[in-house]
T-cell receptor, first 118, second 117 residues
Framework: GAVVSQHPSRVICKSGTSVKIECRSL??????MFWYRQFPKKSLMLMAT?????????EQGVEKDKFLINHASLTLSTLTVTSAHPEDSSFYIC??????????????FGDGTRLSIL | AQTVTQSQPEMSVQEAETVTLSCTYD???????LFWYKQPPSRQMILVIR??????QNATENRFSVNFQKAAKSFSLKISDSQLGDAAMYFC??????????????FGKGTHLIIQP
């Protein structure tokens, strides 16, 4: 089955640090990856759509300078939380769609990254 | 913008019984996808079932089935013969097709399902 690997699974760092989260599709290629954020006991909120070889599309209210997204290859997208502060602490989850097959392929999710900013 | 509403923050069911989780949505699009995802305490997102709006037949996956009412914009999930492993958060989600399938998911707030042994 389609596997999406997300790394790291847990990050604890000091305020002001920049943190990079990687999302890799292991056995398929993905022209589009998605980044979501989930607060404790809350739903997932789409932050941005990551497009291979082009700029990411950010949802309204998401600071593009705070959350830098790079999708340099068909198997890797990265989310960098720049100058992280305690309010950036959250659970971040990526997903990816297989570029092969029908256009209605479901999204496959990574296992998420728990980010804690002290 | 699309919205997804889950009006049941928590549901409880006896093991082996049947439970139905509710979901309504709002959209101006005619073609789209609807999903139910399960999120156990590990927080992994597991696809339970998927429905394509242009298909009138309700999707089924083993013990899981949906009641898709397009005119009413309703998409409920029925879990038959509930098992302890079904305990989790369940999220209803919507995805448009206007982006050639490249649309992100809009999630409801979730329903916490408790299975009573």
């Amino acid at each position: 089955g389609a596997v999406v690997s997300q790394h790291p699974s847990r990050v604890i760092c000091k305020s002001g640090t920049s943190v990079k989260i990687e999302c890799r599709s292991l056995d398929f290629q993905a022209t589009t990856m998605f980044w979501y954020r989930q607060f404790p006991k809350k739903s997932l909120m789409l932050m941005a759509t990551s497009n291979e070889g082009s700029k990411a599309t950010y949802e309204q209210g998401v600071e593009k300078d705070k959350f830098l997204i790079n999708h340099a290859s068909l198997t890797l997208s990265t989310l960098t939380v720049t100058s992280a502060h305690p309010e950036d602490s959250s659970f971040y989850i990526c997903s990816a769609r297989d570029v092969q097959g029908a256009g209605d392929q479901p999204q496959h999710f990574g296992d998420g990254t728990r980010l804690s900013i002290l | 913008a699309q919205t997804v509403t889950q009006s049941q923050p928590e549901m409880s069911v006896q093991e082996a019984e049947t439970v139905t989780l509710s979901c309504t949505y709002d959209t101006s699009e005619s073609d789209y996808y609807l999903f139910w995802y399960k999120q156990p305490p590990s927080r992994q997102m597991i696809l339970v079932i998927r429905q394509e709006a242009y298909k009138q037949q309700n999707a089924t996956e083993n013990r899981f089935s949906v009641n898709f009412q397009k005119a009413a914009k309703s998409f409920s999930l029925k879990i038959s013969d509930s098992q302890l492993g079904d305990a989790a958060m369940y999220f209803c989600a919507y995805s448009g097709r206007s982006g050639g399938g490249a649309d992100g998911l809009t999630f409801g707030k979730g329903t916490h399902l408790i299975i009573q042994p």
